[in-house]
């Protein structure tokens, strides 16, 4: 993605026109990375402004070897760990993205994404209570119809750590999905993984193309 | 993928979709300066984001029809999914919107667009209020001044029906012109109500927890409204207007003291400090008129609060308030023709129901009090004069707000009984206007405790319920009382010992007249029987004063008298303090008393005294933390002479008690200062020959005695013991002190005869009155029979000494000593006895950590 790195170049030049296109290009992906990990819902256009105004600041440290989707998440995370610091006391000390999950930081917040949905809405509830590293993945794959390969590309990590965050992220998550339909009063049976899958398609379809 | 989508979906798309693209519009607004891509929100244009606010978000956008800028609140998804939701939040809002104030911040619409709901509101440029408190304390004119208007924009939407249920200094912003501005309002309903409408069905409050509810209403990094929440809106019950006058209240207290009312980390603790009523303390630069104002709306039953914010703001009216003038540094009042102001002409009609007062306290009446007091005692008399005239004139200031609060509340159609509440207040303006008669007849024996006295007035805003105790009516009763209460008086003004023992059975023929006379009535009998309590613990009697108060304690209740049962609480606690083996009951007691007057406004002599009982009975305790006692000791002293200045009998009290408890503490050359300035001032107040004077002089003894000085020791308790003994007669039980201190002198120079004859006496003292402490008696009179060789009565008396330890816990080192004693004692007639005794004594000591007595042990277990 050599465009972007040179939008990103021409922005920093003063090109506001380039800064609007990159704005625009990745802007969606960089809500959808925030939307559901926050407590407060005002808090996401913030979150997205920091990210893109990181990409311009850190460019330098950034050699530009890796790809600019993987440069952009890069930062999403860093922003989102600050985040989650500033948030909660107990995570300032030590946050382990893959054992703490965001219901951990704050048991009663609830999702800013709100879908009419009851099964859509348990999925996104579920999602915040899997540990945040596997949520990460999980969403990238619900939220954006990533593949397993291209979550990888893109948060720099090897193909198959990603299959294993999936697997294990699953499993949590379809239990957590049955607790939140037996919440929710509607359902009470076992959450296949076919029910995942058919549920976040659902998603992604009111959701629409980034 | 999605041009398959059904319509049936395309309304939440799109509600998703227009939160992204307002995202985007906000990003480019913060990093290019523009939105390059705006978002239309009706005909609203989105330009940023404007800082947090609660569940939902709020963007500053711009009117182009108007050309004016807006601020728009987007309804929380969560919030109005349900139609019955959407037409609530609908409904709410063109409320609002109807409601023009100058003081709120103006509702334009209530508006949707692609399932998501929006409020357009005026846009306010200016600080908030929060900000304008951070800046550090500011004066309590001011503090009013910002928020009377902001309290008249809450009244006003309270008129519509509209509660606003998230009031707080945030929610106040203060214009660039000076104009002070309710935001954020009402529409709470659909944003605001964390607890109940966030809930997961199926969810009990209690599995909630409390860090859950914190976090429910957490928006960022900032903890901000549970503070300002009231009890019914954490019970989840109806929340109304009254609830949003306990927020005002929370935060005007905050203004005006700098921390909050209530006080706690975590939501628990916080509604713990509300239903118990832990108040923050409130300064002395506040007036506490403001402070009684203010304390009635943080009522945990709304009911108790007042009536509405109206009636509330009126109260709060400086304007209306008289103005004061001074004469001797005391602000006095004086009457002011009511100015034509901004009010209503109801209130008008209210502002002259309290002007009365002026009718019955004026400068005259204060000086004529003035001179009563300095007459009663130039030494004492001025400092007390400005404490009691500043107390008066509190009361009455108290009684005008009263007075036009009650005028309020019956103007406003409040369910109210206008009655009661004027009888109410003729009843407080009577007990009023008797401390006044009784400050003006100069009886010192009466004066001495007048500012005490006064804090037992009952506070007049009382009548706005109604709960003003009766006033007792008998004369008769009222007049034994009265010569109880000089007699109390007199045994700490008047010189000499025939005035002393002339004074207590004045009081004790009083005490037995009086009861008969009150008969059924609470209100006399709680008065009358918390003199006499005080009466018999004047005479050394705690045990007989117990029942007294108590039974006054009851009294008081019934006749709702809640400073005379906080007093007599006080007293109860050191009529149980001298009973080592009721430490715990004490300190419970204690702890009752202090929530009773923090609830009375912490009055600064009763706090003291409790300072001093509390202090009595840790010093009384098996493990007497000294220390801590100097501490209590040394409030109570700064309080109460900053109160009654340092030369009142009361100052020169509790001087001495410091210095008793910094002997305690081993603390002795500090002592013996503090001594001989209590002293000094003893001997121009009370004379050498009283019996005040003489305790102080047995406290220098013992002092003396600590440094080694045991010569001038003797001679100072020898002195002590006899003034006593001529002014209370051999029984008393402070002669017996003085007996036992003395005899410790004399035992220390080895003069184990002359101490024999006291202590012996004094036992039988002790055992007459069943007294609680005669462990120290046992062991003394042990100890000196061994060392004159009476071995039979060494051991009589420090059996006893063991079984009294036995009965009531006593320290370690206590019991190293008297079995170290017995054993002594036991050598020769029986030496395995005295063996076992020697090594438990040893064991004792090892335990107490006293390496002096475990030598003592070993050497007496090697022979001697």
Same mark, same amino acid.
């Given at each position: ?42 808090? *996401?256009?913030?979150? +997205?402004?920091?990210?893109?105004? @990181?990409?311009?600041?850190? @460019? ?9 989707? =993987? ?23 030590? %946050? ?40 990460? &993945? ?38 957590? *999905? ?33 | ?60 956008? =711009? ?15 969560? !919030? ?158 109806? &929340? ?126 204060? *000086? ?6 300095? !007459? ?9 004069? +400005? ?68 804090? %037992? ?165 098996? !493990? ?29 009290? *509790? ?54 000085? %045991? ?38 120079? !080895? ?85 076992? %005794? ?27």
């Amino acid at each position: 993605m050599q465009d972007e790195y040179e939008l990103l170049e021409a922005w920093r030049a003063g090109d506001k026109r380039a800064g609007s296109q990159l704005i625009a290009a990745r802007s969606r992906e960089i809500t959808w990375f925030f939307r559901n990990k926050v407590f407060d819902v005002d808090m *996401v256009p913030d979150l +997205v402004g920091q990210t893109f105004l @990181r990409t311009v600041t850190a @460019r330098d440290r950034f050699a530009g070897e890796t790809s600019f989707r =993987r440069f952009i998440y890069a930062i999403a995370q860093n922003v989102l760990r600050e985040y989650l610091r500033s948030v909660d006391k107990r995570a300032r000390e030590e %946050l382990d993205f893959l054992e703490v999950c965001l219901s951990d930081l704050q048991p009663r917040t609830m999702s800013s994404l709100q879908s009419e949905k009851v099964q859509v809405q348990a999925l996104i509830e579920a999602l915040r209570q899997v540990p945040i590293g596997d949520q990460v &993945v999980l969403e990238m794959k619900y939220f954006e119809g990533m593949s397993a390969r291209e979550v990888g590309d893109a948060l720099g990590i090897p193909e198959g750590t990603v299959r294993g965050r999936l697997a294990r992220g699953l499993t949590r998550l379809r239990e957590q *999905v049955r607790e939140q339909l037996e919440v929710a009063g509607s359902r009470g049976t076992e959450v296949t993984a076919e029910d995942v899958e058919q549920w976040a398609t659902e998603l992604r379809r009111l959701r629409g193309p980034s | 993928m999605t041009s398959s989508s059904s319509g049936e979906l395309a309304e939440t798309s799109s509600g998703w979709a227009l939160a992204d693209r307002i995202v985007q519009a906000c990003v480019e607004h913060q990093l290019l300066g523009e939105a390059v891509h705006p978002v239309a929100l009706g005909r609203y244009r989105v330009e940023r984001p404007l800082g947090a606010g609660g569940m939902g978000q709020l963007l500053l956008a =711009r009117d182009p029809d108007l050309d004016r800028r807006v601020a728009l609140k987007l309804i929380h998804p969560a !919030q109005s999914r349900s139609p019955e939701a959407r037409q609530r939040i609908v409904a709410e809002a063109r409320a609002m919107a109807r409601l023009s104030d100058p003081n709120v911040a103006q509702v334009y619409e209530v508006g949707e667009v692609g399932g998501q709901l929006f409020v357009a509101i005026e846009y306010i440029e200016g600080h908030d209020l929060r900000a304008w408190l951070d800046e550090g304390p500011h004066p309590w004119r001011e503090v009013l001044a910002k928020f009377r208007p902001a309290g008249s924009g809450l009244a006003a939407a309270h008129d519509k029906g509209i509660t606003h249920r998230d009031f707080k200094p945030d929610n106040v912003m203060l214009q660039t012109n000076g104009r002070v501005r309710v935001v954020d309002f009402g529409l709470a309903l659909g944003i605001k109500t964390p607890i109940g409408e966030s809930m997961l069905p199926g969810e009990s409050r209690e599995q909630l927890g409390p860090g859950g509810l914190l976090q429910l209403t957490r928006t960022g990094a900032v903890v901000g409204t549970p503070a300002y929440m009231a009890p019914e809106q954490w019970a989840g019950s109806t &929340v109304d207007a009254r609830t949003d006058q306990f927020a005002f209240c929370v935060a005007l207290f905050e203004a005006l003291v700098g921390a909050r009312p209530f006080s706690g980390k975590t939501a628990a603790a916080l509604q713990r400090a509300q239903t118990e009523g832990t108040l923050t303390q409130w300064p002395t630069t506040v007036p506490r008129w403001i402070r009684q104002i203010v304390l009635r709306g943080l009522q945990i039953e709304p009911e108790q609060r007042w009536p509405n914010m109206r009636a509330l703001l009126t109260a709060l009216d400086p304007s209306r308030r008289r103005r004061r003038w001074t004469i001797a540094g005391v602000g006095l009042l004086a009457v002011v023709s009511a100015s034509l102001g901004l009010a209503v002409p109801a209130q008008d009609r209210c502002a002259d129901a309290g002007a009365s007062v002026a009718e019955w306290w004026h400068e005259a009446r204060a *000086v004529e009090v003035t001179a009563a007091l300095t !007459q009663a005692d130039p030494g004492w008399g001025p400092a007390s004069a +400005v404490a009691l005239v500043g107390q008066l004139e509190a009361h009455a200031e108290a009684w005008s707000v009263a007075a036009r609060g009650v005028c309020a509340a019956q103007q406003s159609s409040e369910p109210s009984d206008p009655v009661a509440a004027q009888g109410c207040l003729a009843r407080s303006r009577q007990q009023w206007s008797e401390t006044v008669a009784q400050a003006l007849e100069a009886d010192p024996a009466l004066l001495v405790s007048a500012v005490a006295r006064a804090e %037992l007035l009952t506070d007049p805003l009382g009548c706005l319920d109604t709960k003003m105790p009766s006033v007792p009516d008998s004369p008769d009763a009222l007049r034994y009382i009265a010569t109880i209460e000089r007699s109390l008086g007199a045994m700490s003004v008047r010189a000499g010992a025939d005035g002393y023992l002339s004074a207590m059975q004045q009081g004790r023929a009083a005490a037995q007249a009086v009861i008969p006379v009150a008969g059924q009535d609470p209100a006399l009998l709680a008065r009358a029987e918390w003199t006499i309590g005080r009466l018999e613990l004047a005479d050394g009697q705690p045990r007989v004063a117990e029942l007294h108060f108590r039974r006054g304690l009851r009294a008081a209740r019934s006749s709702d008298d809640a400073p005379l049962a906080a007093a007599i609480t006080v007293e109860l606690v050191y009529a149980i303090a001298t009973d080592r083996e009721r430490f715990a009951e004490a300190q419970d007691l204690a702890d009752e008393a202090a929530g009773m007057l923090a609830a009375l406004g912490d009055p600064p002599l009763l706090g003291s005294r409790l300072d001093s009982h509390r202090a009595s009975a840790i010093a009384h305790s098996v !493990q007497g933390e000294h220390a801590q006692a100097v501490t209590l000791h040394e409030r109570a002293l700064r309080a109460t002479r900053d109160t009654l200045g340092a030369a009142h009998p009361q100052t020169i009290a *509790v001087l001495g008690n410091l210095g008793a408890a910094l002997n305690y503490a081993g603390r002795a050359e500090e002592a013996e200062l503090r001594l001989r300035e209590a002293l000094t001032v003893a001997l121009q107040s009370w004379g050498a020959d009283h019996p005040r004077t003489a305790t102080l002089l047995g406290t220098l003894g013992l002092s003396r005695m600590r440094q080694g000085d %045991l010569e001038q020791a003797t001679i100072d308790l020898r002195k002590s013991l006899e003034i006593r003994e001529r002014s209370l007669g051999s029984a008393h039980a402070h002669v017996n002190d003085a007996r036992y201190n003395l005899a410790s002198a004399l035992r220390r120079q !080895q003069r184990h005869a002359e101490a024999l004859t006291l202590l012996e006496l004094g036992l039988t003292q002790v055992q007459t009155r069943a007294e609680a402490r005669q462990g120290p008696w046992w062991v003394a009179t042990g100890e000196s029979s061994l060392a004159v060789g009476n071995l039979d009565r060494a051991r009589e008396a420090l059996g006893a000494a063991l079984r009294v330890f036995e009965r009531t816990g006593a320290s370690p080192g206590d019991y190293a000593r008297v079995r170290l004693g017995l054993a002594r004692a036991w050598r020769d007639a029986d030496p395995e006895r005295a063996r076992v %005794l020697g090594e438990e004594a040893r064991v004792d000591a090892v335990e107490a950590g006293s390496e002096k007595r475990e030598a003592e042990a070993d050497a007496f277990l090697a022979g001697e």
